[in-house]
T-cell receptor, first 112, second 115 residues
Framework: GENVEQHPSTLSVQEGDSAVIKCTYSDSASNYFPWYKQELGKGPQLIIDIRSNVGEKKDQRIAVTLNKTAKHFSLHITETQPEDSAVYFCAASIRTGNQFYFGTGTSLTVIP | DTEVTQTPKHLVMGMTNKKSLKCEQHMGHRAMYWYKQKAKKPPELMFVYSYEKLSINESVPSRFSPECPNSSLLNLHLHALQPEDSALYLC??????????????FGEGSWLTVV
């Protein structure tokens, strides 16, 4: 089955700096890669996603890049703000079904 | 804001109690899910319903019993739980199950404590 690894497990940045979270996957059949943000006491919220036919996608301060050859994808947050502090999960979905394989999560802290 | 609504937000139950978690979505999605999440861990899939039929049961103990009364509602019936079942239970939905990259939308979760 698919195996998704996520790094780092914790990340602290100064407000205004950029944050990068990286994930690798093992199954070349995976073709959909969402990112979820989970604030304390809440459910995961989809913040951005990318499909395998696209190399990069951007939504305001958030961007995701995908390298299919290397089987890795990354979340980039620019101009970080304290409200970006949360746990971020990457996930991969295989072609033939909708089973989501989650990474282990990254706890991001933005220091004011 | 999430369009998947879960009740109750918090539940404390004894090991001999019977309780239910409820979930509702009005996005017209035909697949609904139950996930279990422990602290500092990713969500773990428990059940998947597609078109109101159980499609996936990830070897969940029978003390957890899912029910899908209609395409908008999903319940999780709880009976004779153990303290280690204490966790955040997340409901989710997507447009379909057997499809490429159907986005999954989560509810806010129900915090369950078993005493």
């Amino acid at each position: 089955g698919e195996n998704v690894e996520q790094h780092p497990s914790t990340l602290s940045v100064q407000e205004g700096d950029s944050a990068v979270i990286k994930c690798t996957y093992s199954d070349s059949a995976s073709n959909y890669f969402p990112w979820y943000k989970q604030e304390l006491g809440k459910g995961p919220q989809l913040i951005i996603d990318i499909r395998s036919n696209v190399g990069e996608k951007k939504d305001q301060r958030i961007a995701v890049t995908l390298n299919k050859t290397a089987k890795h994808f990354s979340l980039h947050i620019t101009e970080t703000q304290p409200e970006d502090s949360a746990v971020y999960f990457c996930a991969a979905s295989i072609r033939t079904g909708n089973q989501f394989y989650f990474g282990t999560g990254t706890s991001l802290t933005v220091i004011p | 804001d999430t369009e998947v609504t879960q009740t109750p937000k918090h539940l404390v139950m004894g090991m001999t109690n019977k309780k239910s978690l409820k979930c509702e979505q009005h996005m017209g999605h035909r697949a609904m899910y139950w996930y279990k999440q422990k602290a500092k861990k990713p969500p773990e899939l428990m059940f998947v319903y597609s078109y109101e039929k159980l499609s996936i049961n990830e070897s969940v103990p029978s003390r957890f019993s899912p029910e899908c009364p209609n395409s908008s509602l999903l319940n999780l019936h709880l009976h004779a739980l153990q303290p280690e079942d204490s966790a955040l239970y997340l409901c989710a939905s997507s447009q379909g199950w057997q499809g490429i990259g159907n986005t999954i939308y989560f509810g806010e979760g129900s915090w369950l404590t078993v005493v």
